[in-house]
């Protein structure tokens, strides 16, 4: 397979309310807040299925700790179990919301669902239909809600040639950041990796599109007024080893806006 595709995403905050003013008096505001993350989170899962994606990148805070549930823990588990009847793998980084010391799955997660270790980095290699290793995910999760040390600069080089992917939950401020200090010039810099997903900053941005390619997914659905517009995550084709195309698709159900 030269050609496949895979979509990046994180900060689901899974469970999370959101903010609308005056939603105490409108029921139908309520049960939109109570879902919008359950939805968004959704409308990923879909837009893997509709595009033939290979595998889903979550890259950190799938749960928000504060507002965590049972609920919260069956839905992900049921879309783990959907995406791996459509043959959908999913590669799950725990952030500083849901890191791996706290992170408990009440369910059982389906064989097609990877959550990277704390203690050391791991790298994951997918495989084709046909058995051909066609990609490596490298990364490493949260042990607890403050990482601060430069976990990127452990993460060992993928054996073999293939497309390399690193994952990592990063503010991508040097020095004393609390959230794995780092820098654009050091994941530019790194000639292990093709494409850097990050996640932690609730906007999408291309920091970089030549090799290696380094982007923030944002998060799928904006949880106040902070948060504005679209929210969701990319879709990402890869041909012969090298990034060909990069799509931002919406998921959030709901969009937070400043009319003047």
């Given amino acids: 397979m030269s050609r496949f595709r895979f979509i990046h995403a994180a900060d689901i905050h899974l469970g999370s309310l959101i903010s609308i003013d005056g939603m105490e008096a409108r029921p139908e505001l309520q049960e939109l807040c109570y879902k919008a993350t359950y939805k ?9 299925v509709k595009s033939e994606a290979d595998f889903i990148l979550l890259s950190g805070d799938v749960y928000d700790q504060e507002y965590r549930s049972v609920r919260a823990n069956r839905f992900f588990a049921d879309c783990c179990k959907m995406l791996d009847k459509a043959g959908i793998q999913i590669y799950v980084l725990a952030g500083n919301h849901d890191p791996v010391q706290e992170y408990r799955e009440m369910f059982k997660l389906p064989e097609n669902t990877y959550v990277f270790s704390a203690d050391k980095p791991e790298v994951y290699y997918f495989r084709d239909k046909q058995g051909n290793t066609v990609a490596a995910i490298a990364g490493q999760s949260y042990k607890s809600r403050q990482a601060a040390a430069p976990l990127h600069l452990n993460y060992p080089e993928p054996e073999g040639e293939m497309f390399r992917i690193a994952m990592l939950h990063t503010q991508l401020e ?7 200090p780092s820098s654009l010039g050091e994941l530019a810099g790194n000639s292990f990796f093709d494409y850097w997903a990050l996640g932690h900053i609730h906007k999408p941005m291309i920091l970089r599109f030549e090799k290696p390619a380094v982007l923030y997914a944002g998060t799928p659905q904006g949880r106040d007024f902070g948060e504005q517009n679209t929210g969701g995550c990319w879709l990402i084709e890869v041909d012969r080893k090298k990034v060909d195309s990069v799509t931002y698709w919406a998921t959030s159900p709901v969009e937070y806006q400043s009319i003047k």
Avoid: R, V
């Fill in 40 to 48: 968004a989170f959704d409308n990923i899962c879909q837009l893997a």
């Fill in 174 to 180: 040097p020095g004393n950041s609390k959230y794995i």
